[in-house]
């Protein structure tokens, strides 16, 4: 039975993979200002959520998000993560092409250098013990993700990302945006933008995020 104009013209669901020291409620001024017509999804990822153990693994990460929307019955999406949440979605376009429709990447690591982790980590220690109460993260938690991003290196993995991709640093991200011009020149069909902000977007540019995804996605 051929689809109506109405379903064939319904777009794919967004999904959204917050970064380090954030949780899901971190993307509630992006989503104010993406608007609607298009139903959004912002899981916790493993490793990251508060009942979790300590640790992080980039795969596990990967394939407890790709299950959760398999279990909604989700068949394909489209991709926004900032930090590892960039990782993730990237790693997903690899081992789960068939999900991913387009993807949005805001300060997805390649290979992270020594310099890049250590002011991550120093930015993080920081944060007060009380806002990162409030996100619902612990800072063990999040030190450890560090610690199993240094011997990170997608090199090899970004010729096998197939989807369109969007990759988006902060002006004032200067580091972030070394690496995020690598990763653009690495994917196969990817474009580069800066917006006016830092290291994680949708924290600190949330509507101009939103305008350059609404833009890419639809």
Do not use: C, Y
């Not at 109506?4 to 970064?19: E, K």
């Not at 971190?26 to 912002?42: D, K, L, N, T």
């Not at 992270?112 to 002011?119: D, F």
């Not at 096998?160 to 988006?168: F, G, I, S, Y």
Request: hydrophobic residues 50%; charged residues 20%.
């Amino acid at each position: 039975m051929p689809l109506s104009p109405d379903s064939q013209a319904r777009p794919r669901p967004l999904v959204l993979l917050h970064g380090i020291g954030q949780s899901p409620i971190a993307w509630q001024e992006f989503v104010s200002a993406f608007g609607p017509g298009r139903a959004m999804h912002a899981p916790w990822m493993r490793g990251l959520k508060p009942s979790d153990a300590v640790g992080f693994d980039l795969d596990a990460a990967a394939l407890d998000v790709a299950n959760q929307l398999e279990l909604q019955g989700m068949k394909q999406v489209d991709l926004l993560g900032v930090s590892v949440g960039g990782n993730v979605a990237l790693r997903l376009a690899v081992e789960r092409p068939q999900l991913v429709g387009r993807l949005v990447l805001a300060g997805a690591l390649v290979r992270p250098t020594k310099a890049q982790l250590r002011m991550q980590k120093l930015a993080l220690r920081i944060v007060p013990e009380g806002k990162l109460v409030d996100a619902g993260v612990s800072r063990p938690r999040m030190l450890a993700v560090f610690d199993a991003l240094r011997t990170l290196d997608e090199t090899s993995r970004l010729s096998q990302v197939h989807a369109p991709a969007l990759v988006v640093a902060g002006s004032g991200d200067r580091l972030g945006r070394a690496a995020a011009q690598v990763l653009a020149r690495g994917l196969p069909d990817a474009r580069f933008e800066t917006v006016a902000g830092g290291s994680m977007l949708n924290d600190s540019s949330p509507k101009e995020l939103a305008a350059l995804a609404h833009a890419f996605l639809d």
